[in-house]
């Protein structure tokens, strides 16, 4: 094998033959000729993937690998890292993008040459769109580095061929991004969106913590843009020059380097700043930097590192210039950086603290805040009131991934209202009509009123509460519909169960009739994220029996919709839980965690199909079990060979038996509303005791 030879675990071969990876275990042990294990560790191998491939053909289980899975399996296995080879993919892209007859020429000659002339013409390119020097994030890879590269780059050249540059760049770069979840913290597509439409048309933007440039990208194009970001890994900081170069005609100016304690930038002074900061560091350059010219409306406690970095951002606005800033909600309330948020407000920096709901952007499991700011200046005149938000109470009850396009549309449309009272004179301002204060989501709320001993900015201990549970025209809404509910479950109560004698039918497995045809078996990999416009099925609505709540990300592909009839098993949580798609739901993409079984109409019954999988047994004899976590394998489910008759008798009962759940936990919903609006009612004085 040669030495640099592209390596692949096995969850890589999994995921190139399109099976589980307790299917690679049995090969392992079944097959005597099955490639052995070239590195990695004693639990998890890793193999020569081109052995793999050569063996995967031979027994018929892949007629050939997908260009962009080879690709990003040479990419994953590069000997110098994923981020390494996706720098010089980059690099070789951006050439292709520039100067295709370049390139076309270069791939003419042997890899070894190639090697030899490609930093020549890259460096050509990237002096061209990121200027020239050793500051530049972005550098010409060496030709010794290159030689290990130069197959990996011919594979992503003819991919770029197919998907397009930029989309070849997105792809692994977002592959990489899923692989190293706990090294980056990238900002989803939903909020960077947001933010880049709250700073508004722009002709200069900084990102002072860009990672890889998830902000910087969402900014609108326009003649003349000038792109900035600084990251204090270089890695990011290069990645994000490169993904800016490939995605616009933008000028780029990317460093890498400690943005607090060496600015990159010292003198730009930017029309908007856009920031994700790092949250709760406290080796932010607090000794070093007592004396900064930054800290203009405070010195920031060693454990206030966010205020440090919303400062550095005002620092470097032109006068008038916006920066949204993404924050911790702690940063709002803390007592410690109280003497800052008041000068922040005294002197009109601070515009509004928008609250996001949970898990619009990691860590997801806190409402962060968007924090609006307004670089003071001779012509800019202080507001004089705040604008608070609180954008939770727009995500429905028990739906899991947030309605994104319904949030952006609230915030934008307050922040719009906010900005159009302030262009106002002092005279039009006195016939102010309170149109921005909407109960329970946003307020106006004048300085004044928040300079008190705590500045306590968390914009929900601020807003005028919202009519309980929608008032009492709404409270009795819902009760009609919990009394008619619960009559419907009276009535789909099944009736009492009579013995039988225990059957004792042939059995066969989910594997078994997938290698008969009898159903086809496919398991779900499509990601969800923010603002998308195809709805995926996730794991969590197949346990709530909820709709789709996630959207494709806007570079996925498009994969096959599941159908009506089409049976849903998740594959992750140990419950015994499948869903028959409807009508309604059909359409939508297959998410991840999940396996989707279709069903032959001659030869099987999806109601008798669903309903027999849930059993107790059945799914314990077909699980396994992890440190964390229960996975199904669910070609070991088993059900009973039965004629097609037989199996719709079972299937109408099965499906009754989905319908009486169906409307159980309609009525658990209902009821939960009808108390928790009766609780608020009687304690906000809506509701008379009586």
């Known amino acids: 094998?040669?030495?640099?030879?592209?390596?692949?675990?096995?969850?890589?071969?999994?995921?190139?033959?399109?099976?589980?990876?307790?299917?690679?275990?049995?090969?392992?042990?079944?097959?005597?000729?099955?490639?052995?294990?070239?590195?990695?560790?004693?639990?998890?191998?890793?193999?020569?993937?081109?052995?793999?491939?050569?063996?995967?053909?031979?027994?018929?289980?892949?007629?050939?690998?997908?260009?962009?899975?080879?690709?990003?399996?040479?990419?994953?296995?590069?000997?110098?890292?994923?981020?390494?080879?996706?720098?010089?993919?980059?690099?070789?892209?951006?050439?292709?993008?520039?100067?295709?007859?370049?390139?076309?020429?270069?791939?003419?000659?042997?890899?070894?040459?190639?090697?030899?002339?490609?930093?020549?013409?890259?460096?050509?390119?990237?002096?061209?769109?990121?200027?020239?020097?050793?500051?530049?994030?972005?550098?010409?890879?060496?030709?010794?580095?290159?030689?290990?590269?130069?197959?990996?780059?011919?594979?992503?050249?003819?991919?770029?061929?197919?998907?397009?540059?930029?989309?070849?760049?997105?792809?692994?770069?977002?592959?990489?991004?899923?692989?190293?979840?706990?090294?980056?913290?990238?900002?989803?597509?939903?909020?960077?969106?947001?933010?880049?439409?709250?700073?508004?048309?722009?002709?200069?933007?900084?990102?002072?913590?860009?990672?890889?440039?998830?902000?910087?990208?969402?900014?609108?194009?326009?003649?003349?843009?000038?792109?900035?970001?600084?990251?204090?890994?270089?890695?990011?900081?290069?990645?994000?020059?490169?993904?800016?170069?490939?995605?616009?005609?933008?000028?780029?100016?990317?460093?890498?380097?400690?943005?607090?304690?060496?600015?990159?930038?010292?003198?730009?002074?930017?029309?908007?700043?856009?920031?994700?900061?790092?949250?709760?560091?406290?080796?932010?350059?607090?000794?070093?930097?007592?004396?900064?010219?930054?800290?203009?409306?405070?010195f920031p406690a060693r454990t206030e590192s966010e205020l440090a970095w919303v400062q550095h951002a005002l620092a470097h606005l032109a006068d008038g210039g916006i920066a949204v800033v993404l924050m911790p909600p702690a940063a709002a309330s803390r007592r410690s950086g109280r003497r800052i948020r008041a000068d922040l407000l005294r002197r009109g920096a601070l515009r509004a603290v928008i609250a996001l709901p949970a898990g619009a952007a990691p860590p997801h499991n806190i409402p962060l805040h968007l924090w609006i700011l307004r670089r003071p200046g001779l012509a800019v005149r202080p507001p004089g009131e705040l604008l608070l938000m609180e954008t939770a109470s727009l995500v429905p009850e028990g739906q899991p991934e947030l309605p994104w396009s319904a949030v952006q549309s609230a915030v934008l449309d307050a922040w719009e209202t906010y900005e159009k009272t302030y262009e106002r004179t002092p005279e039009r301002e006195a016939e102010d009509d309170g149109s921005q204060d909407r109960p329970g989501l946003s307020r106006a709320v004048p300085v004044i009123e928040l300079l008190d001993d705590d500045v306590d900015l968390a914009p929900a201990r601020h807003l005028p509460p919202p009519a309980a549970a929608g008032g009492i025209e709404q409270l009795t809404a819902v009760r009609a519909q919990l009394t008619d509910t619960l009559k419907l479950t009276a009535r789909l109560t099944p009736a009492a169960a009579e013995p039988a004698a225990a059957a004792r039918w042939p059995l066969t497995t989910v594997g078994e009739l997938a290698r008969a045809g009898a159903l086809t078996l496919r398991i779900g990999n499509a990601s969800v994220a923010l603002g998308g416009t195809v709805p995926v099925l996730t794991d969590h609505d197949v346990f709530t029996a909820a709709a789709p709540s996630g959207t494709l990300p806007e570079d996925h592909d498009e994969p096959?919709?599941?159908?009506?009839?089409?049976?849903?098993?998740?594959?992750?949580?140990?419950?015994?839980?499948?869903?028959?798609?409807?009508?309604?739901?059909?359409?939508?993409?297959?998410?991840?965690?999940?396996?989707?079984?279709?069903?032959?109409?001659?030869?099987?019954?999806?109601?008798?199909?669903?309903?027999?999988?849930?059993?107790?047994?059945?799914?314990?004899?077909?699980?396994?079990?992890a440190s964390t976590a229960t996975r199904l394998d669910v070609r070991r489910l088993q059900l009973p060979r039965l004629p097609l008759e037989q199996q719709r008798a079972y299937g109408e009962r099965f499906r009754a038996l989905a319908a009486f759940e169906d409307t159980l936990r309609r009525a658990s919903r209902l009821g939960e509303q009808l108390v928790q609006g009766t609780y608020d009612g009687l304690t906000d004085g809506t509701i008379a005791p009586g």
Not at 4 to 20: C, D, M, W
Not at 129 to 139: D, E, I, K, M, V
Not at 163 to 180: I, K, S, Y
Not at 591 to 609: E, I, Q, S, V, Y
């Open 1 to 298: 094998m040669p030495e640099n030879a592209t390596e692949v675990t096995s969850a890589g071969i999994a995921r190139l033959a399109g099976v589980g990876r307790a299917a690679v275990s049995n090969w392992r042990r079944r097959h005597a000729d099955f490639p052995k294990p070239v590195g990695g560790t004693e639990t998890s191998p890793s193999f020569a993937l081109a052995e793999v491939e050569a063996w995967l053909r031979r027994q018929g289980k892949l007629a050939e690998v997908p260009l962009r899975e080879r690709v990003w399996q040479q990419l994953a296995g590069h000997p110098a890292g994923p981020g390494t080879a996706l720098q010089h993919i980059g690099c070789t892209l951006l050439l292709v993008h520039e100067r295709p007859t370049d390139w076309l020429e270069l791939s003419a000659v042997s890899d070894r040459r190639l090697a030899e002339l490609l930093p020549e013409a890259c460096d050509k390119v990237l002096t061209d769109r990121f200027g020239a020097g050793p500051h530049r994030a972005a550098q010409v890879p060496a030709t010794e580095a290159l030689h290990a590269s130069v197959p990996l780059l011919r594979a992503a050249a003819e991919l770029a061929a197919e998907l397009g540059t930029r989309q070849t760049f997105e792809f692994l770069l977002g592959r990489h991004l899923d692989a190293g979840s706990r090294q980056y913290t990238p900002t989803p597509a939903g909020p960077a969106a947001l933010m880049a439409r709250l700073a508004g048309p722009v002709r200069s933007v900084l990102d002072p913590a860009c990672g890889t440039g998830a902000l910087l990208r969402a900014v609108t194009p326009r003649p003349g843009l000038e792109l900035h970001g600084q990251d204090s890994a270089p890695e990011p900081a290069a990645l994000t020059a490169l993904r800016l170069a490939l995605a616009g005609t933008a000028r780029i100016r990317t460093r890498a380097g400690d943005t607090l304690r060496a600015d990159a930038f010292p003198q730009l002074k930017a029309d908007a700043v856009l920031c994700h900061p790092p949250f709760n560091e406290r080796n932010w350059g607090h000794d070093e930097l007592a004396y900064d010219p930054r800290w203009e409306y405070g």
């Open 560 to 625: 096959e919709p599941v159908a009506e009839g089409d049976v849903v098993v998740p594959v992750l949580g140990g419950g015994s839980v499948t869903r028959v798609i409807d009508a309604a739901t059909a359409g939508a993409a297959l998410g991840r965690n999940l396996c989707l079984l279709r069903p032959d109409p001659a030869a099987l019954d999806p109601w008798f199909l669903a309903g027999f999988l849930r059993g107790t047994a059945n799914n314990r004899q077909a699980s396994s079990y």
